[in-house]
C-alpha cells in the first residue's frame, strides 16, 4: 500500500468516528421537551351520570345532510330542548344563539373584558350508519346504550364526546360558583361531516364582533396508544393545522366516429397516460412545519436506536422519509396527496369517445397552495392533448400553521400534560378536515385535538365514521376534566 492510499484510508476512518460520536452526542443530549406541570385540580364529582348523558346525547339522531333542504330539522331542536333541560345553569347563564338554522352559540362573559376570549368548538351531527352494517353493531348506534364500562353509539368519539363534555364542564364549573376572567365561547355548528356552512356563519358573526380569541381548540388529533411507531408511551397529538382540499378534472377531447377505423390512441387512453404520469409524479414530501415540531417532541421520549435516528435527522431525514412514504397516513403527514378518484368517458362499446375525463382529488399539505397543485400537474401530465381544469365543488386553501410559542399553546400543551399525565404531547398535522378551518384569521393559536384514548389493539381508528363506535366511561370521564382543566387554566383567576 502507498503511503498516500494509507493516508486515505486513515482520513476516511477518522472522519466516520467522528460522525458516530455525533450522532451518540446529540443522542445522548437529546432531552426531553415535555413541560413540568402540577396534578389536575378539577374533578368529575357524577362520572355515571356523565356517561349516562352523553347516552342521552347519541339518542338523538342529528344527522347531517348534503342537501341543506334536505335536513330533518326535528332531532336538532329536540337536541337542543334537551341541552337546555339537561344544563339550566348553562343554559341560563350563556344565553345561547341559533345561528344558520341549528348551530348553537354560547357566550360566558368573562370579569375581565380587556383579555382575549377562549372559544372552544364541537359539533351536534354524526354521519349516518349504513343499513347493511346494522347486525355487525354490538349495540345499536343510536340507543345510547352504557354497559361493561363503555358508552356505545354514534358519535360517542366523534364529536359529542367534545360537545356533551364541555357541556358537563361548563356546568359543573358554574355549579361549583367559578367566574371566567376572560369570556369563554362555545361554537356547536350542526353540518361539520357536510359542509361546515354553521361554522362559516359563526365564524362570520364573531368577525363582526371584532373578537380575536387566545386560543380555539376544536376536535383532530388524540391521544393515541401503539399507534405512533418507536414510542412506548402513549402520544396526546394537538392539530397545528389540516390540509386544505382541491379537486381538478383532467379532460381529454376525442374524435368520435366508429371504433372500425380507431386512430392510434382514443380520448380514453390519451387519459390513462396522463393518468399514470400523474400518478407516478407525486407533490414533493416535506418533512418540516408540524412534523418537525412532532418528530422534535416525540425523538427524546424514544428508545434506541429511534432516538438515534430522530436526534439526527441532519443525517438520517432521508431514511425517516422512506419509512414515512411506504405507509399511506404516515405519507399524507407529509406531503399533499394525489388520488384519482372518479372516471367517466364513452357511451357505446363501438363508438370512440368524444370525451373522457377524470376527477382528482387532493389534501393540500400546508406551505403549499392550490395554484402549485395546478402548476405541479400542468407539468407532471406534460400534454397539451389534456384540459386541466377546476372541478366545480368545495375546495380550500391549507390554513395556516399555529404558534407553539404562544400563550394560547402553551394553556393547551399544559392542560393536556394534567389530564394525560401518561402521554407525551407533540404538535402534529391533523389529515382530516374539521370545521375549525371556518375560523381562520381568528387567532394565531388554533389547535385540533379531541380529548380521545384511541388503542391501536382495539382498532379504534376504524371505529370513527365505522361500526360500533364507543368511548369508556373512563375515558369521557377524562374528556370532561380535560374541558373544566382547560376552562380553568385559562380563564380563571
Ligand atoms: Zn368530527
Do not use: C
Not at 380520448?267 to 418528530?295: N, Q, W, Y
Not at 394534567?418 to 404538535?427: E, G, I, K, L
Amino acid at each position: 500500500m502507498t503511503d498516500l492510499i494509507k493516508r486515505i484510508l486513515l482520513g476516511l476512518g477518522v472522519a466516520l468516528a467522528l460522525v458516530v460520536v455525533v450522532l451518540l452526542v446529540r443522542t445522548m443530549t437529546a432531552s426531553s421537551r415535555q413541560v413540568p406541570v402540577t396534578p389536575q385540580t378539577v374533578v368529575v364529582s357524577d362520572p355515571d351520570g356523565a356517561a349516562q348523558r352523553l347516552a342521552e346525547a347519541v339518542r338523538f339522531r342529528t344527522i347531517a345532510s348534503v342537501d341543506p333542504a334536505a335536513l330533518d330539522p326535528a332531532p336538532f331542536a329536540a337536541f337542543h330542548a334537551w341541552i337546555q333541560q339537561t344544563y339550566p345553569g348553562l343554559s341560563g347563564v350563556l344565553r345561547p344563539e341559533l345561528v344558520a338554522g341549528q348551530s348553537l352559540l354560547y357566550t360566558w362573559k368573562g370579569l375581565d373584558p380587556s383579555l382575549p376570549p377562549l372559544l372552544l368548538l364541537a359539533h351536534q351531527d354524526v354521519v349516518p350508519v349504513e343499513e347493511s352494517t346494522l347486525s355487525d353493531w354490538e349495540q345499536p348506534p343510536f340507543d345510547g346504550v352504557v354497559a361493561d364500562g363503555w358508552i356505545w353509539g354514534r358519535g360517542t368519539m366523534d364529536d359529542k364526546v367534545s360537545l356533551v363534555g364541555i357541556l358537563e364542564a361548563v356546568e359543573a364549573l358554574w355549579r361549583a360558583g367559578f367566574q371566567p376572567q376572560r369570556t369563554v365561547l362555545l361554537a356547536f355548528g350542526h353540518d361539520e361531516e357536510v359542509a361546515g356552512a354553521g361554522a362559516r356563519a359563526m365564524a362570520a358573526l364573531l368577525k363582526e364582533r371584532g373578537l380575536r380569541f387566545q386560543l380555539i381548540l376544536d376536535e383532530g388529533l388524540a391521544v393515541t396508544h401503539g399507534i405512533v411507531p418507536g414510542l412506548d408511551q402513549p402520544a396526546a397529538l394537538i392539530g397545528l393545522a389540516e390540509k386544505g382540499y382541491l379537486s381538478l378534472e383532467l379532460v381529454v377531447a376525442g374524435q368520435g366516429g366508429h371504433s372500425s377505423m380507431p386512430p392510434a390512441h382514443t380520448a380514453v387512453g390519451v387519459l390513462a397516460e396522463a393518468i399514470t404520469r400523474l400518478e407516478a409524479h407525486p407533490m414533493p414530501a416535506h418533512m418540516d412545519g408540524p412534523m418537525s415540531g412532532m418528530f422534535a417532541a416525540l425523538g427524546p421520549e424514544m428508545g434506541f436506536p429511534n432516538k438515534l435516528v430522530f436526534s439526527n435527522l441532519w443525517l438520517l431525514g432521508g431514511v425517516v422519509r422512506g419509512k414515512l412514504e411506504a405507509g399511506q397516513s404516515t405519507n399524507a403527514s407529509i406531503r399533499t396527496t394525489t388520488a384519482v378518484t372518479m372516471i367517466q368517458g364513452g357511451v357505446k362499446e363501438n363508438v370512440l369517445p368524444q370525451e373522457a375525463i377524470a376527477t382528482v382529488n387532493f389534501r393540500i399539505l400546508p406551505g403549499e397552495t392550490i395554484e402549485d397543485v395546478l402548476r405541479h400537474v400542468e407539468s407532471a401530465v406534460d400534454d397539451n392533448r389534456v384540459t386541466i381544469r377546476m372541478r366545480p365543488g368545495f375546495r380550500s386553501e391549507p390554513p395556516a400553521v399555529s404558534s407553539t410559542t404562544s400563550p394560547g399553546w402553551a394553556v393547551l400543551e399544559r392542560t393536556v400534560r394534567q389530564s394525560f399525565p401518561d402521554a407525551v404531547v407533540a404538535p402534529g398535522l391533523s389529515v382530516g378536515a374539521t370545521d375549525a378551518r371556518a375560523y381562520a384569521g381568528l387567532s394565531d393559536s388554533i389547535y385540533r385535538f379531541s380529548p380521545l384514548r384511541l388503542h391501536k389493539d382495539t382498532h379504534d381508528t376504524g371505529r370513527l365514521h365505522g361500526t360500533n363506535e364507543r368511548i369508556s366511561v373512563a375515558n369521557f370521564t377524562e374528556a370532561v376534566q380535560f374541558y373544566g382543566q382547560l376552562i380553568t387554566n385559562a380563564a380563571g383567576p
